[in-house]
C-alpha cells in the first residue's frame, strides 16, 4: 500500500490539478511533500524501532498513514492536500522503515528468512507499477478521491493482522540512542537533501539553489558523522559501516534504483507522449514486469539464492535489468508494444526479480539483532534517495535534450524519443555501476541451516 502510493498519485495529478486548482508549480508539491518526508525520516525511524519495539512503530505509522490517507481523500483545498501528504509521508516512513527488520527477527533460520525476504521484495518491487495501472483505473472509474480513500480499509486490515499475527517485541530503550541532536541533524539533512534533489530539475544541477543548499545539507550530514563519533549513546552507532555487505549492498542499491526509477517514468512519458498510450494501457503495458518479479521473488529467489549465492544471483539480476535498459533505448517513434516495449520489460522483470531478494539479505546480513530495524531504515533511505537523484538527473538531462532539439529544427516525436533515448542510456549506466559495485565489493553470504548467515571475505 505505501510503496504502491508513490505511484498511484502520478496518473491523477491532472485530475488533482484541474480539481483543487493547483497551478504548475504547486502541483509538484503533491509528489514532493511526500517524498521529503517519507525520505527524510526513515533512518531514524528504523532506529526508533530498535529503541521502542519494531512492531509499536510499524503500528503507529500504519495508523498515521491510513488517518493522512482519509485527509488527503478529504482535501477541499491545495493547502489541505499538501500538508496530508507530508503526514502520509511521515507514517509511511514509520511503518516503512521497520518492516524489513522485523522480517529478519521474525525468521531467523535463514532458508526460511530467504523466503520471507523473497515475498517483501515482490510486495516492494511489484508495488510501483500496480500504481500506474490501479490508478489509471481508480481515477477514470470513480474520481482521485479514491486514490487516497482505498488505503483505509487495507491500513484497518493491515493494522488488525499486525496486532494477531506480529509477536511484540521488547527495543533497547530510548535511553540506549536517546541523540535528540543527532536526530534533528539526520532529519534536516536527508529532508533538506531531497529536497535539492527533486527541485534541480527545476532549478538546474549546476544552479546556486541547487549548490547552495546541496552544500548546507552535506554540511548537516558531516555534523551528523561527527556527532555520531562522540555521542555516549549514538542513534546511528558507525560501527554498522565495517561490514563490507551492508555499505556496498547500500551502495548497489542507490545506483540501481536510481536507473530503475528513472527508466520507468521517462518509460511512461515515452508511451503516453510518443505512443498515445492511456493510463490504463501504461498500467497493462507494465504488468509483464509484475508478472516476473513475482514468479522469480517468491517463488524461485529463494532456492537460487540457496543453491548459487545472493551476491552471484544479484549479478545475474542486473545483467537482465541492464540488457532490458538497453532494449529500451532503441525504441522508435512509431514503436510497437510486441516488438519494442515487450522486449525490454521482461528481461527488466527478472532482473528485479532476482536482484531485489538478493540485494535485501546482503544488505541485512552484516546487522546485530538489535540493530536490524536501523539496518532496514537505511536499506529503505538509500532506496528513496537514489530514486529521487535517478528522476531528477534523467528527467532534467532528456528535458533538456529535447529543448535543445527542438530549437534546431527536429519534430517534436523525434526530440522526445531522442531525449529518452539519452536518459535510458544513463539508466543502463547507473545499473551497470551497480554490477560493477556488486562484482567487486560485496562478498558471498554462506548459510549454515542450523545457524545465523556468516560473511565470507
Known amino acids: 500500500m505505501i510503496v504502491l502510493d508513490q505511484t498511484i498519485v502520478n496518473v491523477a495529478l491532472p485530475a488533482i490539478a484541474e480539481d483543487l486548482k493547483f497551478g504548475q508549480a504547486g502541483l509538484a508539491w503533491v509528489v514532493n511533500a511526500y517524498l521529503i518526508a517519507y525520505g527524510g525520516l526513515l533512518l531514524l525511524a528504523g532506529r526508533l524501532g530498535d529503541l521502542i519495539g519494531h512492531k509499536k512503530v510499524f503500528l503507529i505509522g500504519l495508523g498515521v498513514f491510513t488517518v493522512a490517507s482519509l485527509l488527503c481523500g478529504l482535501s477541499f483545498s491545495a493547502e489541505m492536500l499538501i500538508v496530508s501528504r507530508f503526514v502520509q509521508g511521515a507514517g509511511g516512513a514509520l511503518a516503512t522503515s521497520v518492516t524489513l527488520g522485523m522480517v529478519v527477527t521474525m525468521f531467523p533460520e535463514p532458508n526460511e528468512q530467504r523466503r520471507a525476504i523473497g515475498v517483501f521484495s515482490f510486495v516492494a518491487a511489484a508495488g510501483a507499477s500496480l500504481g500506474l495501472l490501479l490508478g489509471g483505473v481508480l481515477t477514470d472509474a470513480m474520481s482521485w478521491h479514491w486514490i487516497f480513500f482505498v488505503n483505509i480499509p487495507i491500513g484497518i486490515v493491515a493494522a488488525v493482522a499486525a496486532v494477531r499475527l506480529v509477536p511484540d517485541s521488547v527495543g533497547l530503550g530510548l535511553k540506549e540512542g536517546a541523540d535528540v541532536l543527532g536526530a534533528l541533524l539526520i532529519v534536516a539533512a536527508v529532508m533538506l537533501g531531497v529536497y535539492t534533489i ?194 531528477a538527473v534523467l528527467a532534467t538531462t532528456s528535458t533538456t535534450y529535447t529543448s535543445s532539439l527542438l530549437a534546431s529544427g527536429v519534430g517534436r516525436l523525434e526530440a522526445l524519443t531522442s531525449g529518452f533515448h539519452l536518459a535510458f542510456w544513463i539508466s543502463a549506466t547507473l545499473v551497470a555501476v551497480a554490477l560493477g559495485l556488486a562484482v567487486f565489493v560485496l562478498r558471498q553470504v554462506t548459510v549454515d541451516r542450523e545457524a545465523q548467515p556468516v560473511l565470507v571475505h
Open 198 to 391: 527533486v527541485k534541480a530539475e527545476h532549478y538546474g544541477f549546476g544552479s546556486a539553489h541547487t549548490l547552495g543548499l546541496g552544500a548546507v545539507a552535506l554540511a548537516l550530514l558531516v555534523g551528523f558523522v561527527q556527532r555520531q563519533r562522540t555521542a555516549e549513546k549514538p542513534l546511528l552507532p558507525l560501527r554498522v559501516f565495517k561490514s563490507r555487505n551492508v555499505t556496498g549492498a547500500n551502495l548497489v542499491q542507490i545506483s540501481m534504483v536510481a536507473g530503475m526509477f528513472g527508466l520507468f517514468f521517462l518509460g511512461t512519458l515515452y508511451m503516453q507522449l510518443v505512443l498515445q498510450y492511456t493510463p490504463l494501457q501504461i498500467g497493462l503495458a507494465f504488468m509483464p514486469v509484475a508478472g516476473a518479479i513475482a514468479v522469480f521473488s517468491v517463488s524461485l529467489s529463494a532456492r537460487l539464492n540457496i543453491r548459487f549465492g545472493e551476491r552471484n544471483m544479484l549479478i545475474v539480476g542486473l545483467l537482465f535489468m541492464l540488457v532490458g535498459m538497453v532494449v529500451f533505448t532503441q525504441v522508435p517513434v512509431d514503436g510497437s508494444y510486441v516488438a519494442h516495449i515487450l522486449p525490454a520489460v521482461a528481461p527488466l522483470g527478472i532482473g528485479l526479480g532476482l536482484s531485489f531478494p538478493a540485494l535485501m539479505t546482503l544488505a541485512m546480513s552484516g546487522a546485530a539483532h538489535d540493530e536490524a530495524g536501523l539496518a532496514s531504515g537505511l536499506v529503505n533511505t538509500t532506496a528513496q534517495v537514489g530514486g529521487a537523484l535517478g528522476l
